[in-house]
């Protein structure tokens, strides 16, 4: 099936989200117009963008009138409605179903993982530590900033040890390139770092 007239699909470029519409989409070869919501400047609530997706959150898949938000939930709209041949949503409902699961696994889970060490890579950040049974381990949030995703560190919470039986000093400074693992006792709260064209630097 081919659609009259091109979807409109409202992404950000770096959105990993909106990347799988986006490759779902090329791998149906539909035609679509790529419409980026710019983030950082607020368009994604603004009231235009918050009446195709009321929680503000990309993507949007807009299709003859037809207005579906969320990534997974394109994905199969797009299966269902273009993908006559049923290659990558069967109809019965076991095969519905384990498609089903991994799009949950690859919305938490492996969405998590990946990102996490996209972040230890890209960014150098400590997201957490373990010896043994014990861990301690941080936590990570990207917020819209001036020029892309500003990266927040956050204190996260500790598996094991206590602040008394944790076996190593805090780091209060960068360390073999790596940010600071923040520990869920220390007084470092969270640290914020921006994009300033070339690298990130901490607020």
């Not at 690859?106 to 373990?130: D, I, K, N």
């Amino acid at each position: 099936m081919t659609p009259q007239q091109p979807l409109k699909l409202h992404r950000f470029r770096l959105s990993g989200h909106s990347h799988r519409a986006q490759l779902f989409l090329s791998l149906l070869g539909l035609p679509v117009e790529l419409v980026d919501v710019d983030l950082s400047a607020g368009a994604h609530k603004k009231p235009e963008f918050l009446a195709l997706n009321s929680l503000g959150q990309v993507p949007v898949l807009e299709d003859a009138g037809r207005v579906i938000a969320d990534s997974n939930a394109i994905l199969v709209y797009l299966a269902e409605r273009y993908d006559t041949d049923r290659r990558y949503y069967p109809a019965d409902p076991e095969g519905k179903a384990q498609v089903q699961r991994w799009l949950s696994v690859a919305a938490g889970p492996l969405f998590a993982g990946p990102c996490v060490a996209r972040l230890v890579r890209v960014f150098g950040a400590e997201t957490s530590r373990a010896v043994g049974d014990n861990q301690v381990l941080g936590a990570v949030a990207f917020e819209p900033g001036k020029r892309g995703l500003d990266i927040e560190l956050r204190s996260g919470h500790a598996l094991g040890w206590t602040e008394k039986s944790y076996p190593f000093p805090p780091d209060t400074t960068t360390a073999g390139g790596l940010e600071p693992l923040l520990l869920p006792w220390g007084d470092a709260g969270k640290r914020s770092y921006h994009w300033n064209g070339n690298a990130y630097v901490m607020q």
